[in-house]
């Protein structure tokens, strides 16, 4: 075994070190640490010259190992580990103390200050004879990407990455790609068209040579890691034949049976055979299978009599397809919360309480009222009333804003306006109006006469007290701005519903090994300055499955996504994580549980020569060292983090100066 | 117990509580000079030994310090610190050490504040305790 040669610098840091902690003196000390050849203190370690003094000592003394005792690692330690490479020694070999940020600008006093950098320059001088050599590694990038989730989000991604001539793989659960926004009439606050704007991006993705769409399809299992994942997507069973069909549309209109419209909040009926909606892509018809009399009872096929194309195949199965990705985007959206689980808001018992996206519908031209405003019995509505934070801003449901809510309930009271001529009753808390033109939106529905009353709404009933009264909805609320208690009577009341985390998110987390915030909404990598990434390398998140969130920011953060993984791309390859975890199979017992505890799935038990013992995917290792700690017999170890390196340290910071 | 000076040593995740500290630093806030910290990537990573091993030294308190169960880097390293801290306060007590030296805290890479206000009030009710049992005895072998 080589002679350890350590070499220490100490820096001044001008006098934010050297005005506290005695630099001279702890130099002093630490030349008399056994493995330590040179001892030095400068003014600024982390100028060209004092970088010199450490690259100068490896090739004249022979210098092995490096300590320098400076500011805190996280500023500079990347900064000397290159030195230490420029001087010709692997970067690893190198501890760095903290004597700044964790000693000189948190003690006053000089003595204690001047002793505990002794203590540190001392555990660091001997936790560094124990460092090995790592090497840090660079494997080839997949350039293709897998997008899941086909709203505006996905599809934006999809669209961002597929023009850089980079393959996309775009899966969406529905029969057609258009989400959420498809849904919409109109967008706040311009009031345009949201068909007009979002079509022909639908069709831009399903008709791009570099984007392959799987409609109708779902991601079933992902293994791999950044730069080289594999994906199993399921391509559910449509019993339609994708290339025949022409979506010409005859076949639902000959199909007895007759559901609830998912499209149109089961406010329309659609055929058991159906075309979601008629700017869908793919334009196929899809039988669902669930409610088909012939598929559950073996009797009808009046579609295929009714099919031109003999496009209908009631023996077609499920499909899984296999593809390689180097990225993944995640745009699962979210999902509408039920307003039906706040008892005193009356909706699903009282006809005329509707959620948002129920009345979005009704306001729409290709809707079940054809853009007429309609309470049940057929009249129009004379005056509206709508309810904010339904389950938002609110500890039982949801503590967070859903930040959409006011800003589409500004929208609807125009609409309430322009179509019914009703009069409306806004039931705020506060009116949040935060994105470009919103504030000066609400200000023009002030001016337009929308009733604003601040308070949250108690209860919604039928129960009249008054002439008034009869025949109406009550809502009832507390008047902030006036302090007392108010009954409006309405025709009709909209309730304005969080938008919450989608009902699997939990699995999709799973498949994808990504995390959630207590929310429920997938977790960023760093709330400011990270995003868009999560702690899982290679796949990232945008749009209202990391939280709710309205168009522009989503699309915006969908073109953060996608440029992440184009910047990825354009590298070619990854660099691995070099502190992972490593196995002495010498020891190893194969018992698995490594295997349990980690989140990353980086341990798989194996056998080798007869004998099971764990194999680390070191692609997937991020160094956590969770498995370490459950290891029974000491087999793993994380590289750099030692229980050797970790137990010298703390055995030289306990011991007696 | 006049002038004693208690020894505390912390293992400190890298992305939550060792940031907390360099934000202690970075805002210069004081606090006692007692504590030394060991750099750990995750708080998950913290082994029972080593904590051991801080008492064997002669360390008067352990600090265990790293992210909030939600923001973990390696999406659940606090809770695996947990579980462990549970086990291991039993063994600490055969050894007859108190509950209170060893300290088991959550701190985000903002809570510059929070680090500094934990390491005084540990040192203070380490004050209180008085030098470690383990200390006394392994010194009397010695």
């Known amino acids: ?657 | 117990m006049a002038g004693f000076e208690p020894q505390i040593i912390a293992f400190c995740c890298n992305w939550c509580t060792y940031a907390a500290a360099d934000l202690a630093g970075t805002s210069r806030m004081q606090y006692p000079a007692n504590v030394r910290i060991v750099r750990v990537m995750c708080s998950g990573m913290v082994s029972p030994l080593y904590v051991l091993k801080a008492f064997e030294g002669g360390a008067d308190g352990v600090l265990i310090a790293g992210c909030h169960l939600t923001d973990c880097h390696y999406i659940d390293g606090p809770v695996k610190c947990d579980a462990m801290v549970a086990k291991l306060r039993d063994m600490l007590h055969v050894l007859g050490l108190e509950d209170e030296r060893l300290r088991r805290e959550m701190v985000a890479a903002s809570e510059g504040v929070l680090f500094a206000r934990v390491i005084r009030e540990m040192v203070e009710q380490l004050k209180k305790i008085g030098p470690s049992p383990l200390k006394a005895r392994t010194e009397a072998l010695a």
């Open chain 1, 1 to 657: 075994m080589e002679e350890i040669k350590t070499g220490v610098y100490i820096c001044h840091c001008g006098l934010n070190i050297a005005g506290v902690v005695d630099v001279e003196e702890v130099a002093k000390y630490a030349g008399k640490l056994p493995g330590v050849i040179v001892s030095r203190e400068y003014r600024y370690m982390c100028s060209d010259p004092g970088q010199d003094l450490i690259k100068n000592d490896i090739k004249e003394l022979g210098v092995n190992r490096v300590v320098v005792a400076a500011c805190s690692p996280r500023m500079h330690e990347p900064t000397f580990r290159k030195t230490v490479e420029d001087g010709g020694l692997n970067p690893y070999l190198y501890e760095h103390a903290n004597i700044r940020e964790h000693c000189s600008w948190v003690h006053d006093d000089k003595e204690l200050a001047t002793n505990k950098a002794k203590d540190l320059v001392r555990a660091a001088v001997r936790r560094v004879c124990r460092h090995e050599p790592l090497v840090v590694r660079e494997v080839p990038f997949n350039p293709s990407v897998l997008v899941i989730g086909g709203g505006i989000a996905g599809m934006q991604a999809a669209l961002d990455i597929a023009n850089g001539h980079k393959k996309v793989y775009l899966v969406e659960r529905e029969a057609s790609i258009g989400g959420h926004m498809a849904q919409l009439d109109r967008t706040f606050p311009t009031l345009d068209c949201s068909e007009c704007i979002l079509t022909p991006k639908m069709s831009d993705v399903g008709h791009h040579p570099f984007i392959e769409l799987h409609a109708y399809s779902e991601v079933e299992e992902v293994s791999g890691s950044i730069g080289s994942f594999k994906v199993k997507i399921r391509k559910k069973a449509r019993y339609v034949d994708e290339s025949k069909c022409v979506g010409c549309g005859d076949c639902e209109e000959k199909c007895p049976w007759k559901v609830p419209n998912e499209f149109e909040v089961g406010m329309a009926k659609r055929g058991v055979i159906y075309i979601p909606f008629a700017q869908a892509i793919p334009n196929v018809a899809t039988i669902d299978k669930e409610h088909c009399v012939y598929l559950q009872k073996g009797k009808c096929r009046a579609c295929e009599k009714a099919c031109g194309a003999n496009a209908i195949d009631f023996e077609q199965e499920d499909e899984i397809i296999e593809v390689e990705v180097g990225a993944i985007i995640v745009a699962t959206g979210y999902d509408q919360f039920d307003p039906s689980v706040i008892g005193q808001y009356g909706y699903g018992r009282h006809d005329n309480v509707l959620t948002g996206l129920e009345f979005e519908r009704l306001t729409c031209a290709a809707g079940p009222t054809e853009g007429k405003i309609l309470m049940k019995d057929g009249r129009e509505p004379q005056s509206v009333a709508l309810v904010h934070c339904v389950g938002s801003r609110d500890q039982n449901y949801h503590e967070y804003c859903s930040r959409v809510c006011c800003m589409y309930a500004l929208k609807y009271a125009h609409l309430a306006k322009e179509i019914a001529k009703a009069d409306v009753y806004q039931f705020y808390i506060d009116m949040r109006c935060f994105g470009e033109g919103y504030e000066e939106f609400y200000n023009r529905l002030s001016e337009e006469g929308v009733n604003f009353i601040r308070g949250k709404v108690a209860r919604i009933t039928d129960e009249a007290i008054t002439d008034e009264e009869q025949g109406k909805l009550v809502v009832v609320s507390e008047d902030t701005l006036l302090g007392k208690i108010i009954r409006v009577p309405v025709d009709m009341v909209i309730l304005c519903s969080a938008l919450e985390p989608r009902s699997d998110a939990e699995n999709v987390g799973k498949i994808l090994s990504i995390n959630r915030r207590a929310d429920g909404f997938f977790l960023e990598r760093h709330v400011k300055l990270d995003p868009v990434a999560t702690p899982t390398d290679g796949i990232f998140i945008c749009g209202c499955c990391e939280a709710p969130r309205d168009i522009p920011d989503t699309v915006a953060q969908a073109g953060a996504a996608a440029g992440k993984v184009l910047s990825l791309m354009s590298k070619g390859t990854v660099t691995l994580e070099a502190a992972t975890a490593t196995v002495d199979e010498s020891i190893c017992h194969g018992c698995g549980r490594c295997e349990e505890i980690c989140p990353f799935s980086a341990p798989k038990i194996v056998s080798k020569d007869g004998v099971l013992v764990s194999n680390i995917n070191e692609a997937l290792c991020k160094g956590c060292g969770s498995c370490a700690v459950v290891c029974p017999t000491g087999a793993i170890a994380i590289k750099h983090f030692t229980q050797d390196e970790i137990l010298a340290q703390v055995e030289a910071l306990t011991e007696v100066r």
